[in-house]
Nanobody
Framework: QVQLVESGGGLVQAGGSLRLSCAAS????????MGWFRQAPGKEREFAAG????????YYEDSVKGRFTISKDNAKNTVYLQMNSLKPEDTAVYYC???????????????????WGQGTQVTVSS
């Protein structure tokens, strides 16, 4: 069983920055591809960013490309999401997810992920 714990959410003004962290339990973090998803009120949970198990490949949803950066520290069992130039439409609960895999690929389908964190709220005021 893998436990994921997100932190770093909060309230920020438009144009500001936040850094989310997701700490994972277990000793096989290097075998997990990781994703950050977000869910705004009344909307479905959507993919925001993903990173391959090695950390060498990343992929972003179009609306966050150029503003968000995902990174993975296998030594610390932690994945990060650096969010810059935040917009009110980025307001959502952000979830990290882990997929146990041997492939270097990144999945955008939330049903592909095996474990989820509890989420952290990000609110961007205008």
């Amino acid at each position: 069983q893998v436990q994921l714990v997100e932190s770093g959410g909060g309230l920020v003004q438009a144009g500001g920055s936040l850094r989310l962290s997701c700490a994972a339990s277990g000793r096989t973090f290097s075998t997990y591809a990781m994703g950050w998803f977000r869910q705004a009120p009344g909307k479905e949970r959507e993919f925001a960013a993903g990173i391959s198990r090695s950390g060498s490949n990343t992929y972003y949803e179009d609306s966050v490309k150029g503003r968000f950066t995902i990174s993975k520290d296998n030594a610390k069992n932690t994945v990060y999401l650096q969010m810059n130039s935040l917009k009110p439409e980025d307001t959502a609960v952000y979830y990290c997810a882990a997929k146990i895999t041997v492939a270097p690929s990144i999945r955008v389908d939330r049903n592909a992920y095996d474990y989820w964190g509890q989420g952290t709220q990000v609110t961007v005021s205008s």
